[in-house]
């Protein structure tokens, strides 16, 4: 994983001098990360990743911060259902990115300022430019400086497309979350997957959510 020592102790200061670099993810983890700040969120099946990456970004969304879903596995009117049990998102910014409802060819999918669409989960540079388009509105036009980014799930991109591609996609679109200061989680399901693409894909990350059947969520942050 990324070194994150230095990243922390530059943060803690602005934190402590009066700044915002910190994004706290309490009450859903037990944690506090500098802007810019990359997690995967890893566990088997059916151990709510999905449902801890939408909370943190709830939270996040009811201080005023962007929130943006990339779902690569639910289209976007389900991802909207689910993500307003967790509060109001009429007139917050909030926006989806979706790549599954054109594929399935089923559903309305002209594009609006909260749901943008691509091809199918293999179209990653569709993906990237879609997310930098939110971004740019989110962090140029609206001045939003703090936003918190969600894939789900890392599990589907590597079902379509080998490892290699796949590292190279998320190695740009973890540095766009930095070069915005935002805060990205990136869910997989680490049952599926052999030793060597996990150890693969945590080389792009500064921390692993670890989920599990019989016990809270755990953090652990690169040194």
């Known amino acids: 994983m990324r070194r994150l020592a230095s990243r922390v102790v530059a943060s803690a200061s602005s934190k402590s001098s009066g700044g915002d670099r910190m994004y706290d993810l309490r009450p859903h983890l037990d944690a506090d990360v500098p802007a810019g700040t990359n997690l995967l969120v890893s566990g088997p099946p059916l151990t709510g990743k999905r449902a801890l990456a939408l909370d943190v970004l709830a939270s996040g969304l009811a201080e005023g911060e962007g929130a943006v879903v990339?779902?690569?596995?639910?289209?976007?009117?389900?991802?909207?259902?689910?993500?307003?049990?967790?509060?109001?998102?009429?007139?917050?910014?909030?926006a989806v990115v979706d790549t599954v409802t054109r594929q399935q060819g089923v559903g309305d999918t002209h594009e609006s300022d909260r749901i943008r669409y691509t091809s199918s989960p293999v179209d990653m540079t569709g993906i990237g430019i879609k997310l930098s388009e939110v971004l740019r509105e989110f962090y140029e036009a609206r001045g939003l400086r703090r936003n918190r980014i969600a894939l789900h799930s890392l599990s589907t991109l590597l079902m379509y497309s080998d490892l290699q591609t796949v590292f190279r996609f998320l190695h740009v679109f973890t540095g766009r979350v930095q070069s915005v200061d935002g805060l990205g989680l990136f869910v997989i399901d680490d049952s599926a997957h052999d030793d060597r693409t996990m150890s693969t894909l945590k080389q792009l990350f500064d921390g692993v959510v670890t989920t599990s059947e019989d016990a809270e969520p755990t953090v652990r942050l690169a040194e």
């Open 70 to 94: 990339v779902t690569t596995k639910d289209g976007a009117e389900r991802l909207v259902s689910e993500f307003e049990k967790r509060g109001d998102v009429d007139g917050r910014p909030f």
